[in-house]
T-cell receptor, first 115, second 115 residues
Framework: DAGVIQSPRHEVTEMGQEVTLRCKPISGHDYLFWYRQTMMRGLELLIYFNNNVPIDDSGMPEDRFSAKMPNASFSTLKIQPSEPRDSAVYFC?????????????FGQGTRLTVV | AQSVAQPEDQVNVAEGNPLTVKCTYSVSGNPYLFWYVQYPNRGLQFLLKYITGDNLVKGSYGFEAEFNKSQTSFHLKKPSALVSDSALYFCAVRDSNSGYSTLTFGKGTMLLVSP
């Protein structure tokens, strides 16, 4: 398996534009997580899905952020409209069903810069 | 609530010397503990985990970690550091008594190994 795949790797956009980040989890994994990493706040969990259903989105910072998982092999994180303070590295991760002792596997991340 | 503390922002060690990266945790039940490493411009990579059993767990790249329940610690160690070990290290915890709970990460510790 190629692991968790994220695209694009880098995104530069102007303030006010819509940004869509994409993630393909590891095949067979039924948990999917979106994290954001910044120098100031470290690694923050934004939202996670189980079997394509959003379970906890309490980490989503504002209504400008939305995430979907239309099927088991694809998820998107959308920011509309984007703001400079959204600049960060966004990671997607996946893990196997429910067993709490299993680790999560991370993608390479998308570095977002909003100018 | 579960939490993780990594008291050191940065650890400096000379190549060939032993290294320790500290981690303490707080959970209401029994902990599942994880260490991840992040190299520049890469995602987080799983290193090792403690679930149950032997308090000393061995992982990738010669790293090991010792679980100490009385001190609620899970310090990462390596007998002989390499320059290539220089990276950002994250400790994470999951509470085994909370059904499925997400991983809570520490803020990370930058390890710098000098030649």
């Amino acid at each position: 398996d190629a692991g968790v795949i994220q695209s694009p790797r880098h995104e530069v956009t102007e303030m006010g534009q819509e940004v869509t980040l994409r993630c393909k989890p590891i095949s067979g994994h039924d948990y999917l997580f979106w994290y954001r990493q910044t120098m100031m706040r470290g690694l923050e969990l934004l939202i996670y899905f189980n079997n394509n259903v959003p379970i906890d989105d309490s980490g989503m910072p504002e209504d400008r952020f939305s995430a979907k998982m239309p099927n088991a092999s694809f998820s998107t994180l959308k920011i509309q409209p984007s703001e400079p303070r959204d600049s960060a590295v966004y990671f997607c991760a996946s893990s196997l069903t429910g067993a709490t002792n299993t680790e999560a596997f991370f993608g390479q991340g998308t570095r977002l810069t909003v100018v | 609530a579960q939490s993780v503390a990594q008291p050191e922002d940065q650890v400096n060690v000379a190549e060939g010397n032993p290294l320790t990266v500290k981690c303490t945790y707080s959970v209401s039940g029994n902990p599942y503990l994880f260490w991840y490493v992040q190299y520049p411009n890469r995602g987080l990579q799983f290193l090792l985990k403690y679930i149950t059993g032997d308090n000393l767990v061995k992982g990738s790249y010669g790293f090991e970690a010792e679980f100490n329940k009385s001190q609620t610690s899970f310090h990462l160690k390596k007998p002989s550091a390499l320059v290539s070990d220089s990276a950002l290290y994250f400790c994470a915890v999951r509470d085994s008594n909370s059904g499925y709970s997400t991983l809570t990460f520490g803020k990370g510790t930058m390890l710098l190994v000098s030649p």
